[in-house]
């Protein structure tokens, strides 16, 4: 109990950091991570449903369609790391496809979620053996020894590499690359370039999902660190942004106007933006180059028939 009071605590410590210092730069900057709080997560699992978010239902398709194959690569009792474990569905689907899978070990930064995905698991695979990491796998830790270290595989899906910048993706990747050593494999999801009104769509749908979504990071920053900003006074955009092949979301300022936060004033501009979060897009040779880069070869390319989506299956 007193961990989680400490957790709380250093999280609130370190978002109050974040927004005081991505809104003093030039370009007002918000971590993405941040998006995250309970409602946060609601919509985020709304916009995974809606007819112009393709990535989910995408993945999810490849992942059934090939799961045979994909079992196959892991190796029939593959110990399977998830990383940022959540993508309860995905999961499902690879774990009743490997055979014999020997361990599951779910990792995330928050331990009440990652407790939860084991008991979820474990309820649904009742012979397996589940053990959940606590750990924010942007930065570096260690998997216990504890965990075989034989046929370890390390499990990416959700495109949620895109989220990362350049020197995270490289950090992970090689994290990963560590942890599953010399003979270990990984199974990333990455989304694929494609038509700019596909993506715009996909970040800004009909029905406000998105938006809602990238407003409440200005909610949670009213609720939790004495914030004033007028939510009627910003709006979501989706812009694509061809030089970092990236989708980005902004929230843009309506008027002139400023707002506090923790007790500090930040001045806006009229159609001044907040970048809230940038979405990689990337093609099949730039992947499995940036897979090569960090230690690793795209053995594998599992894709749908219109090259939205990809899964890769990497081997060292
Ligand atoms: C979590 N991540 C992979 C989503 C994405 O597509 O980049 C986050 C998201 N942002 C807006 N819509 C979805």
Same mark, same amino acid.
């Given at each position: 109990m007193l961990q989680r009071v400490d957790d709380k605590t250093r999280q609130h410590e370190a978002f109050r950091a974040?927004?005081?210092?991505?809104?003093?730069?030039?370009? %007002?900057? =918000?971590?993405?991570?941040?998006?995250?709080?309970?409602?946060?997560?609601?919509?985020?699992?709304?916009?995974?449903?809606?007819?112009?978010?393709?990535?989910?239902?995408?993945?999810?398709?490849?992942?059934?369609?090939?799961?045979?194959?994909?079992?196959?690569?892991?190796?029939?009792?593959?110990?399977?790391?998830?990383?940022?474990?959540?993508?309860?569905?995905?999961?499902?689907?690879?774990?009743?496809?490997?055979?014999?899978?020997? =361990?599951?070990?779910?990792?995330?930064?928050?331990a009440?979620?990652?407790?939860?995905?084991?008991?979820?698991?474990?309820?649904?695979?009742?012979?397996?053996?589940?053990?959940?990491?606590?750990?924010?796998?942007?930065?570096?830790?260690?998997?216990?020894?504890?965990?075989?270290?034989?046929?370890?595989?390390?499990?990416?899906?959700?495109?949620?590499?895109?989220? =990362?910048?350049?020197?995270?993706?490289?950090?992970?990747?090689?994290?990963?690359?560590?942890?599953?050593?010399?003979?270990?494999?990984?199974?990333?999801?990455?989304?694929?370039?494609?038509?700019?009104?596909?993506?715009?769509?996909?970040?800004?749908?009909?029905?406000?999902?998105?938006?809602?979504?990238?407003?409440?990071?200005?909610?949670?920053?009213?609720?939790e660190l004495?914030?004033?900003?007028?939510?009627?006074?910003?709006?979501?955009?989706?812009?694509?942004?061809?030089?970092?092949?990236?989708?980005?979301?902004?929230?843009?300022?309506?008027?002139?106007?400023?707002?506090?936060?923790?007790?500090?004033?930040?001045?806006?501009?009229?159609?001044?933006?907040?970048?809230?979060?940038?979405?990689?897009?990337?093609?099949?040779?730039?992947?499995? %180059?940036?897979?090569?880069?960090?230690?690793?070869?795209?053995?594998?390319?599992?894709?749908?028939?219109?090259?939205?989506?990809?899964?890769?299956?990497?081997?060292?």
């Open positions: 974040d927004v005081i210092a991505g809104l003093s730069q030039r370009q %007002k900057t =918000l971590p993405s991570r941040w998006l995250y709080d309970d409602r946060g997560c609601e919509l985020f699992e709304a916009i995974t449903h809606l007819d112009e978010y393709y990535p989910t239902r995408t993945e999810t398709a490849i992942l059934a369609e090939n799961a045979r194959e994909i079992a196959d690569f892991c190796g029939a009792q593959a110990v399977v790391l998830e990383y940022g474990a959540g993508a309860a569905r995905k999961t499902e689907i690879l774990l009743e496809a490997l055979a014999a899978p020997r =361990l599951y070990v779910p990792i995330d930064i928050a009440d979620f990652v407790m939860e995905t084991s008991t979820r698991v474990r309820d649904r695979f009742p012979g397996l053996k589940v053990q959940p990491i606590a750990a924010d796998f942007t930065s570096d830790f260690n998997i216990p020894v504890t965990v075989p270290a034989r046929q370890r595989v390390a499990f990416f899906p959700g495109s949620t590499i895109g989220n =990362l910048n350049e020197a995270e993706t490289n950090g992970f990747l090689r994290r990963m690359r560590h942890h599953v050593g010399a003979l270990g494999r990984a199974i990333i999801g990455a989304d694929l370039k494609k038509d700019v009104a596909t993506l715009i769509a996909a970040y800004d749908d009909g029905a406000g999902v998105t938006a809602r979504f990238n407003l409440n990071l200005l909610a949670r920053i009213n609720r004495a914030g004033s900003f007028r939510l009627d006074q910003f709006v979501h955009e989706a812009r694509w942004n061809d030089a970092e092949s990236a989708i980005e979301m902004h929230l843009v300022s309506l008027k002139r106007q400023s707002a506090t936060v923790a007790g500090q004033s930040f001045q806006f501009r009229a159609g001044e933006t907040i970048h809230t979060e940038s979405s990689r897009k990337y093609t099949l040779d730039g992947f499995a %180059k940036l897979a090569t880069n960090n230690g690793w070869q795209a053995s594998k390319i599992w894709a749908d028939a219109e090259r939205r989506f990809a899964l890769f299956g990497l081997s060292c």
